[in-house]
T-cell receptor, first 110, second 112 residues
Framework: GQQLNQSPQSMFIQEGEDVSMNCTSSSIFNTWLWYKQDPGEGPVLLIA?????ELTSNGRLTAQFGITRKDSFLNISASIPSDVGIYFCAGRNSWGKLQFGAGTQVVVTP | DGGITQSPKYLFRKEGQNVTLSCEQN?????MYWYRQDPGQGLRLIYYSQIVNDFQKGDIAEGYSVSREKKESFPLTVTSAQKNPTAFYLC???????????FGPGTRLLVL
């Protein structure tokens, strides 16, 4: 079946550093979504990508839809303490089904 | 405010008991979804519904049941047949094109 690999699993960074995470798939996706989840809460949509090569920003967040349509990355610039949480990627295939990565746990230290 | 609400926030289930988790949305979305989240894992799809009075099994539907009698509501019942129900349950909804999904705050189910 389809595999969606998200890396890294976790990262410990200092406040002010940039963060980068990515997701790769064995199959082509038509949409990539990036979510952030705080402990005990539901995921919140950060960025949605709909076209190969698309680069979209949302404040300090930037995400790109890979040109092969099999990958996507999310960058967080100048991290702050409230960036802590779990970041999920999700890809939608041609059948309309959404598949989620296992998440990247981000810990920000002062 | 528009959004998705789930209740209760925490739910306790005894052995052999069925419990129902509520999910309501006022976003006028056609599609609604139920996911299960276990520690260190991605979200797994339990059931989804693209229109009222219709729903489809997801990847892990065994031991669960749903109904979709109203556009706004998509309750999930965790039956006694679900042997490992302890998890965080997330409801989501999306527009007709299903390009994005928006999540509720979740319900944590614990077995006594």
């Amino acid at each position: 079946g389809q595999q969606l690999n998200q890396s890294p699993q976790s990262m410990f960074i200092q406040e002010g550093e940039d963060v980068s995470m990515n997701c790769t798939s064995s199959s082509i996706f038509n949409t990539w979504l990036w979510y952030k989840q705080d402990p005990g809460e539901g995921p919140v949509l950060l960025i949605a990508l709909y076209k190969a090569g698309e680069l979209t920003s949302n404040g300090r967040l930037t995400a790109q839809f890979g040109i092969t349509r099999k990958d996507s990355f999310l960058n967080i610039s100048a991290s702050i303490p409230s960036d802590v949480g779990i970041y999920f990627c999700a890809g939608r295939n041609s059948w309309g089904k959404l598949q989620f990565g296992a998440g990247t746990q981000v810990v920000v230290t002062p | 405010d528009g959004g998705i609400t789930q209740s209760p926030k925490y739910l306790f289930r005894k052995e052999g008991q069925n419990v129902t988790l509520s999910c309501e949305q006022n976003l006028n979305h056609d599609a609604m979804y139920w996911y299960r989240q276990d520690p260190g894992q991605g979200l797994r799809l339990i059931y989804y519904s693209q229109i009222v009075n219709d729903f489809q099994k997801g990847d892990i539907a065994e031991g669960y049941s749903v109904s979709r009698e109203k556009k706004e509501s998509f309750p999930l019942t965790v039956t006694s047949a679900q042997k490992n129900p302890t998890a965080f349950y997330l409801c989501a909804s999306g527009g007709a094109r299903e390009e994005t999904q928006y999540f509720g705050p979740g319900t944590r189910l614990l077995v006594l």
